[in-house]
């Protein structure tokens, strides 16, 4: 079994910061790509940032110069760093990791349960 667990969120200012995690435990054998996803009330999710061969980026043009990802690949874990944290932010954060585990040896994609940021102006 794999478990993505994320933490993190809360309620912030605006030009407030936050730090999210996303650890992965269980049977984990490889760990291929670890993902930030967002998805804000009436809209679709979003990719945010990830990690994928030791290169990590951000994809959300709306992230920019203000959110920082990083990955710890001796602790099976993700962090993003967010910074200048505008309302627009507001969402529930998702961690998503492609993991190859110990049982089956076949890749598959992992969520976790969510982490709530709420932005207040």
């Known amino acids: 079994q794999v478990q993505l667990v994320e933490s993190g969120g809360g309620l912030v200012q605006a030009g407030g910061s936050l730090r999210l995690s996303c650890a992965a435990s269980g049977s984990i054998d490889s760990i291929r790509s670890m993902g930030w996803h967002r998805q804000a009330p009436g809209k679709q999710r979003e990719l945010v940032a990830a990690c994928t061969a030791g290169v990590c980026t951000n994809y959300a043009d709306s992230v920019k110069g203000r959110f920082t990802n990083s990955r710890d690949n001796a602790k099976n874990t993700m962090y993003l760093q967010m910074n200048s944290l505008k309302p627009e932010d507001t969402a529930v954060y998702y961690c998503?990791?492609?993991?190859?585990?110990?049982?089956?040896?076949?890749?598959?994609?992992?969520w976790g349960q969510g982490t709530q940021v709420t932005v207040s102006s």
């Open positions: 998503n990791a492609v993991i190859r585990g110990t049982e089956q040896m076949k890749w598959s994609s992992y």
